[in-house]
């Protein structure tokens, strides 16, 4: 790779070393926030942030758990756990999404909360970070459980939402009819927004609702727009390529749908809860998607083989994108991946160690904040929209997504070659110091 180049997201191996912050010590965490935490006190060495900023930066402003009952269709009440965690607003409001997981708990929603603050600030957002999630398996409930879930757990947030204070928006099991339930529950229960001028307190609405043209997409859409510029810095003809993806839901699904129509890459390999499979000569992307969709996942898709999820890992393609869930690369299977580039479409996807491994290999990562900040982008066109009174047509918000990426993606490449840094650390260091400029002028209050 041309470590020349100034788009190139390679580690600018030529430029002085850090010298004042040594190299990290790689370990597997057995934690996702201990791995944030890091991760932020990475680049807190890397920009000798002062010890006041890192003792604020290094724990979440507010971390709030609601145990709330449900009545299930039986007739029984399920009591469910939700969380919100909001990170930081000292760049405007908290904004992050809200994931229905059995596997949610308290330390995966406060790392989740934190790098929604340096996606927001990477990409130059007037929002802060925050996270919610409630630990319940979406797919083993009715929709009238699941809109009792979410409309019961809105009224238990009550006004620690808002419009102007705390956003969710979809992310992992929810999605725009999530969001509806809880615009229409906030805007029935908290006095003022009665008025209806509070559709914006949810971003990923249905368009009919309220949502942006291309909220859907924008996840999966910047993803591939990352994917374009790291294949233009590089010579990479994106239309000879093929590329493998983890979770075929909204992320995954988009994504590659954009990569094989927009781009003419092939799909070569898919996993997701529900299987593996694999066909060397293609996979038709919206032809899975529609499998996907009639059958719940990838798994028994009659035009591609079945294959052992570990092989999935394994996969000889050009493009690599996990869409799924989080540490899904670790140290055990980082030494098997063969791809030339991975585009982080996942929170989290890759391990501390399993970064290294990868680097050391020469495979280039696109990192989750980077590469998947399309989702909050759109968000923040939908809540402009909404606070303007105004419908933007779909070319219009691809084309603003489109520049808002090339330009993160640009920073990040600048700070890469600046500090002699790896792109992940330098998504983190160009984060904290658009967050540390902010507290650096506002100072503390009192
Ligand atoms: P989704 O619920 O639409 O899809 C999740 C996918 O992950 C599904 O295909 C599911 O089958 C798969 N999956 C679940 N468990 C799995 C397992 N054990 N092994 C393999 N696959 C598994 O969720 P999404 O919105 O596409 O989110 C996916 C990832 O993208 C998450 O990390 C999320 O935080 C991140 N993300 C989402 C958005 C957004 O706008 N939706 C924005 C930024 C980041």
Known sequence: MDTKNPTSL?????????????????????????????????????????????????????????????????????????????????????????????????????????????????????????????????????????????????????????????????????????????????????????????????????????????????????????????????????????????GYGNVGSFAARILQDEYGATLVAAQDHTGSIINKSGIDANDLAGHVAQQGGVGAYGKAEAQDPDEFWRTKCDILIPAALEWQITSENAPHVDCRVIAEGANGPTTMAADRILTENGIDIIPDILANAGGVIVSFFEWTQNRRGETWYLDEVRHKLKRRIADAYDRVAQTVKHYGCTPREATSVAALNRVAQAYDERGIFP
Not at 63 to 85: C, H, Q, W
Not at 224 to 234: D, E
Request: charge should be negative.
């Open 10 to 246: 390679a580690t600018a191996a030529e430029n002085t070393p850090m010298e004042k912050a040594p190299p990290i010590e790689v370990k597997e965490f057995e934690n996702l926030y201990e791995m944030a935490v890091a991760q932020f006190e990475r680049a807190a060495d890397m920009t000798e942030l002062n010890p006041s900023l890192r003792a604020i930066l290094s724990q979440p402003k507010n971390e709030l758990i609601v145990n709330f009952p449900v009545r299930m269709d039986s007739g029984e009440t399920m009591m469910a756990k939700g969380y919100r965690i909001q990170h930081n607003n000292v760049l405007g409001c908290y904004k992050g999404g809200l994931r229905f997981s059995p596997l949610v708990h308290l330390d995966e929603v406060k790392a989740l909360a934190a790098w929604m603050t340096w996606k927001c600030a990477l990409t130059d957002l007037p929002f802060g970070g925050a996270k919610g999630g409630i630990q319940i398996d979406p797919t083993q409930l009715s929709p009238a459980e699941l809109e009792r879930v979410t409309r019961r757990f809105t009224h238990a947030l009550g006004t620690n939402i808002g419009p102007d204070y705390d956003i969710p928006a979809p992310d992992m099991g929810t999605n725009a009819q999530t969001m509806v339930w809880m615009m229409d529950t906030y805007m029935n229960t908290i006095a003022y927004a009665a008025k209806n001028v509070s559709r914006h307190v949810v971003t990923g609405k249905t368009v009919a609702s309220g949502g942006s043209v291309g909220r859907d997409e924008a996840t999966g859409r910047g993803t591939i727009y990352n994917v374009a510029s790291w294949a233009t810095a590089n010579g990479v003809e994106l239309k000879d390529c093929t590329f493998a993806v983890q």
